[in-house]
Nanobody
């Protein structure tokens, strides 16, 4: 099994910054990609940013230039630095890992990010 533990998130004013962290653990952990998704009520979960084992990085168009994803392979950790936050960034953010064994998907518990004045 693989476990993901998220931290960070909270309430921030427009234009502010937040940093999300996620640490993965488990005896069967063999990461293909790590990333972040977000979801608002009534909408599907959407990709925010993803970092793959071959070092390719993908961002949603809406966050390009404002968000930065990084990984610490030694710690199986992924981070999301969010700058110039906007009210439309308000959502529950989920850490995601695609594991090589069985190509299994794992999700964090979710952390709320609220951007409001």
């Amino acid at each position: 099994q693989v476990q993901l533990v998220e931290s960070g998130g909270g309430l921030v004013q427009p234009g502010g910054s937040l940093r999300l962290s996620c640490a993965a653990s488990g005896s069967r952990l063999n990461v293909v990609s790590m990333g972040w998704y977000r979801q608002t009520p009534g909408k599907e979960r959407e990709l925010v940013a993803r970092h793959t084992i071959d070092r390719s990085v993908d961002y949603a168009d809406s966050v390009k230039g404002r968000f930065t994803i990084s990984v610490n392979k030694a710690r199986n950790a992924v981070y999301l630095e969010m700058n110039n936050l906007k009210p439309e960034d308000t959502a529950v953010y989920y850490c995601h890992v695609l594991n090589r064994i069985g190509l299994s998907h794992y999700w964090g518990q979710g952390t709320q990010v609220t951007v409001s004045s």
